[in-house]
């Protein structure tokens, strides 16, 4: 946060300017890796984890010290970087003159701007802050907000309270002015069904079930497609591409030298227990993972690159809706949810709808399913931190050269450390 930016080599002035600065993919929409290195996702072979870089080393086995006096971490400071941008494009917004030509225009890189700085501050507050619990939000730390381009402003961490209500507002305000529609041809443009689907997102981490349903079901109703896996190719490296019609909004990993879907590296492998729990005729276990190795790895998912997905799609909020259904006792609305999704994933004629007689055995369902759906898609980490906040007894496990390191259920390691050159 301490690097400036070159502020001569470009000055946005108009609305194309702020549009240019908004669509820059490769900047605007990656997130942290930390998080999703951290998770259970996979394990490494001692022989591989000895390459890497000092972050990914610890973060693997949750070292207190994660960057050993490392500073300029990527994970820290492209967040930051996106929130300059959108800070740069809110405040270059007050200086354009409205008009019925441009009032739509205008509008829609507001709600942009705004759906991305609470997209960013999201992102970090899953890394660097501890799960959010109402009982400690007001004095737990919560991350620095920065509000404004001036970059010799002040900074400061918040609370953790504060940190979300940020996110919630700026989201909730990006509703009231983003397109109705996600654009066919540019996934990373937020739209108004991609904002509802952030919020549900962000009340689910909170566990705020009633909202999250509410703003699940809000963006479906707006954006509801899924993709029949019986469509897709088995074989193929990359099964699906970056405009896939079940993703609302694109966003990747950061660079990261072990979470890259799309290549065959033998000893990056999906955690034995998560891949067997993969029927013969769910689509998702040849379709999410290789195995022409020997064991299981990753192939990548809804972008279309090497890199793991973590933005927005329509199958996440069917999982949402259908764990807070379950979650307020509406038994058939969940089973409901979850078997109109588990239907365009196993091959055509084969999959048995799930039933349930309680609502806790729905809900045991739903979470397996969902652990199911979306492993290396960076929400992984979030799930163990709340769900370990509703007593799930989640405790993730490494084994380097015959040590065995855990995480304990709600140590305080499940918030990264600021890094070491950052000032506060």
């Known amino acids: 946060m301490d690097e400036r930016p070159d502020s001569d080599v470009f000055v946005p002035t108009?609305?194309?300017?702020?549009?240019?600065?908004?669509?820059?993919?490769?900047?605007?929409?990656?997130?942290?890796?930390?998080?999703?290195?951290?998770?259970d996702n996979y394990y490494?072979?001692?022989?591989?984890?000895?390459?890497?870089?000092?972050?990914?080393?610890?973060?693997?086995?949750?070292?207190?010290?994660t960057y050993n006096g490392e500073g300029k971490i990527a994970d820290w400071n492209s967040p930051y970087e996106q929130i300059l941008y959108t800070n740069v494009v809110l405040d270059g917004l007050k200086k354009v003159t409205i008009s019925p030509g441009n009032r739509q225009q205008w509008e829609h890189l507001k709600g942009a701007a705004l759906f991305i700085r609470a997209y960013a501050f999201y992102n970090l507050a899953q890394v660097f802050a501890l799960p959010y619990d109402a009982a400690t939000a007001n004095t737990d730390l919560g991350i620095p907000l920065k509000l404004t381009p001036n970059v010799d402003e002040p900074i400061k961490r918040s609370t953790l309270e504060q940190t979300y209500l940020q996110i919630l507002n700026d989201l909730k305000e990006a509703t009231e002015l983003l397109p109705d529609s996600v654009s066919d041809g540019n996934r990373n443009r937020p739209s108004k069904p991609a904002a509802y689907a952030q919020l549900a997102r962000v009340y689910l981490s909170m566990r705020q079930y009633a909202n999250a349903g509410l703003y699940a079901d809000s963006s479906l109703q707006y954006y509801s497609t899924l993709i029949n896996y019986?469509?897709?190719?088995?074989?193929?490296?990359?099964?699906?591409?970056?405009?896939?019609?079940?993703?609302?909004?694109?966003?990747?990993?950061?660079?990261?030298?072990?979470?890259k879907g799309g290549t065959t590296i033998k000893d990056i492998i999906v955690d034995t227990a998560l891949y067997r729990s993969y029927a013969t005729n769910d689509l998702r276990r040849v379709l999410f993972f290789s195995t022409s190795s020997g064991n299981p790895t990753i192939k990548g998912s809804y972008n279309g690159t090497i890199f793991v997905f973590t933005g927005l799609a329509t199958d996440e909020m069917y999982l949402v809706r259908a764990e807070c259904r379950a979650r307020t006792e509406n038994i058939a609305?969940?089973?409901n949810d979850l078997n109109h999704?588990?239907?365009?994933?196993?091959?055509?004629?084969?999959?048995?709808?799930?039933?349930?007689?309680?609502?806790?055995?729905?809900?045991n369902i739903i979470l397996q399913e969902?652990?199911?759906?979306?492993?290396?898609?960076?929400?992984?980490?979030?799930?163990?931190?709340?769900?370990?906040?509703?007593?799930?007894?989640?405790?993730?496990?490494?084994?380097?050269?015959?040590?065995?390191?855990?995480l304990p259920v709600n140590s305080p390691l499940y918030a990264l450390p600021i890094p070491p050159d950052v000032t506060l």
């Not at 300017?17 to 998080?35: C, H, I, R, W």
């Open 14 to 39: 108009t609305l194309e300017d702020f549009q240019t600065l908004l669509d820059n993919y490769e900047k605007m929409s990656v997130t942290p890796a930390l998080g999703e290195l951290s998770a």
């Open 44 to 65: 490494l072979v001692p022989s591989f984890w000895e390459l890497l870089s000092t972050k990914e080393k610890n973060a693997y086995i949750w070292t207190p010290d």
């Open 230 to 259: 019986n469509t897709r190719d088995v074989n193929a490296p990359r099964p699906f591409d970056r405009n896939n019609p079940e993703t609302m909004y694109q966003s990747r990993l950061i660079e990261n030298n072990v979470l």
């Open 333 to 335: 609305g969940a089973m």
């Open 341 to 363: 999704l588990l239907q365009q994933r196993w091959k055509t004629n084969t999959y048995v709808p799930y039933t349930a007689q309680t609502a806790n055995e729905a809900l």
């Open 370 to 406: 969902r652990r199911k759906e979306m492993p290396f898609r960076g929400v992984r980490w979030t799930d163990i931190r709340r769900l370990n906040l509703e007593s799930a007894g989640i405790i993730p496990r490494r084994k380097i050269n015959n040590q065995v390191y855990t």
